[in-house]
């Protein structure tokens, strides 16, 4: 996820009067979903500040900076955050209002939108803009849960969507110290290397507090059913009922792979017999070189205590 710098918005006279509640401030990402979205943005601030309330458009460079403007605009007094953009926007934007009470609009514009669409918005960002900005009007908001991360080192991470921590976790590491090709076409490549070396890893797991150790080559855990764009490695998840779901595959061969991995996008993959999934509300998770992915962005490495947090967060709906 890369954030661009974009002059702030401003709104005109008819907004002033409602600053009292605190500025919407917007994270917007131009350049999610390879810039598909980019012209209709100017529209989306207007769809927003039609809920008459000022809106201010962050400003950053990188994604490291990106959180940082998040964080200090909720430091700063905004009354609500918007994440424009796809799935790492919307990660980045989560790390500032996890578990507090500033309400949260994430704007499907990306490649990957899976937040957005699980928890009820349209899968059109200016249906989604009309959705947070009646919202917005009425003052209203609903809670759903989020996953803390905590590593070994007490280093914390929110994420909304799914946690990576085997095969598609290791082939988006391996992607990501790729050079060439560019786009799309080096994750694919890095799925082609990447399953030439499939072999299945130890991972110790306790799921509220009950060990599980098994040798696999695939690990969600997920607060919602989807991720990468639609696919439904945890099909069964819920992000309203405090717990975690965890599919795993285990001693899985290339061609059981290739044979499983069309399934997961309607989620039948569960029924395969090298695949298990359990239910918790704290995962523990350990395996030797595996770095995850949360909502599609690099995350901690293993091991890690997932914690499902009820009403972690307050959505726009």
């Known amino acids: 996820m890369l954030a661009v710098t974009v002059k702030e918005f401003r709104p005109g006279p008819a907004e002033d009067a409602a600053s009292a509640a605190g ?14 979205r980019r012209a209709l943005l100017p529209r989306l601030l207007d769809g927003l500040s039609a809920a008459g309330r ?9 994604p490291d900076e990106a959180e940082v403007a998040c964080r200090t605009a909720v430091a700063e007094g905004a009354g609500a955050l918007v994440a424009i953009g796809g799935d790492g926007t919307v ?19 990306g490649t990957g939108n899976d937040f957005a669409i699980d928890t009820g918005f349209p899968a059109d960002p200016v ?11 009425d003052g209203r908001s609903r809670e759903v849960d989020l996953a803390r991360m905590t590593g070994v080192d007490s280093a914390e991470r929110w994420y909304g969507a799914v946690l990576a921590a085997g095969f598609d976790a290791i082939v988006n590491e391996r992607a990501n110290r790729m050079r060439w090709p560019r786009g799309p076409r080096r994750y694919d490549l890095a799925i082609l290397v ?12 306790r799921l509220d507090g009950v060990l ?3 040798d696999s080559v695939l690990v969600a855990v997920g607060n919602c059913p989807s991720y990468g764009g639609g696919m439904r490695i945890c099909p069964d998840a819920d992000p309203t009922d405090g717990l975690l779901d965890v599919v795993v595959a285990g001693r899985a061969n290339r061609r059981t792979m290739i044979r499983v991995k069309p399934h997961i996008y309607q989620g039948t993959h569960v029924e395969h017999p090298i695949v298990s999934s359990y239910r918790a509300r704290t995962v523990e998770l ?4 595996i770095i995850t992915y949360a909502d599609g962005e690099r995350s901690l490495g293993l091991p890690v205590t997932i914690t499902a947090v009820p009403g972690a967060l307050r959505l726009l709906r």
């Open 91 to 109: 990660h980045r934007a989560l790390q500032a209002v996890a578990g507090t009470d500033i309400p949260f609009g994430p704007v499907p514009a």
């Open 127 to 137: 249906a989604a803009v009309e959705v947070i900005a009646e919202a917005l009007r």
């Open 286 to 289: 350990a395996a030797d070189g």
């Open 212 to 214: 599980h150790e098994m």
């Open 54 to 62: 000022p809106v201010t458009v962050l400003s950053a460079s990188t």
């Open 23 to 36: 500025p919407v401030a917007v994270l917007a990402n131009p350049t999610a979903g390879r810039g598909r």
């Open 194 to 205: 990447e399953m030439a070396r499939l072999r299945p890893r130890r991972y110790t797991m």
